[in-house]
């Protein structure tokens, strides 16, 4: 997860920040699928409180929408876990962007809007990176081939 926090304040251009994954909630997504019993609710908020000190946001954002995406996806972990690579893919695609309208919430509240491209693009360029994370970090013959 630092690795997360690390590359979720590592500056870059303004024009390529659209397109900067959300990591923190992808690691998150991950671990609440596939180690349910060691990532839970409370792990996830505090994780997202974290982020938010980190990248100076409003205190609050980014924890409420990792705990709600977490608590989703402990709920329906092992439907998720049966289904084939593409189909988590656009899973991830739904709890990201959920995640990201949480966020886009809650900074709402302190008078900040973002544009939608701002929740799209980053919820698409983090499901892209699900098969790479899924591969890498569990065993390819974990996942079935529906």
């Known amino acids: 997860m630092s690795l997360g926090l690390l590359l979720a304040v590592y500056p870059l251009p303004s024009h390529y920040a659209w397109f900067r994954p959300e990591f923190i909630a992808l690691l998150s997504i991950f671990f609440a699928l596939y180690h349910p019993y060691r990532f839970g609710v409370i792990s ?9 000190v980190v990248v100076a946001g409003v205190w609050g954002a980014h924890a409420l929408a990792q705990a709600f995406v977490v608590y989703v996806c402990l709920c329906s972990y092992q439907r998720l876990q049966s289904y084939g690579i593409v189909q988590q893919t656009l899973w991830v695609f739904v709890f990201v962007g959920v995640h990201q309208m949480a966020v886009n919430w809650v900074q709402g509240l302190d008078g900040y809007i973002a544009p939608a491209q701002m929740i799209i693009l980053p919820s698409v360029v983090t499901a892209l990176c699900w098969p790479l994370l899924a591969v890498l970090l569990k065993p390819a013959s974990h996942f079935s081939h529906h």
């Not at 996830?44 to 938010?52: L, N, P, V």
């Open 44 to 52: 996830a908020w505090t994780i997202g409180f974290i982020q938010d």
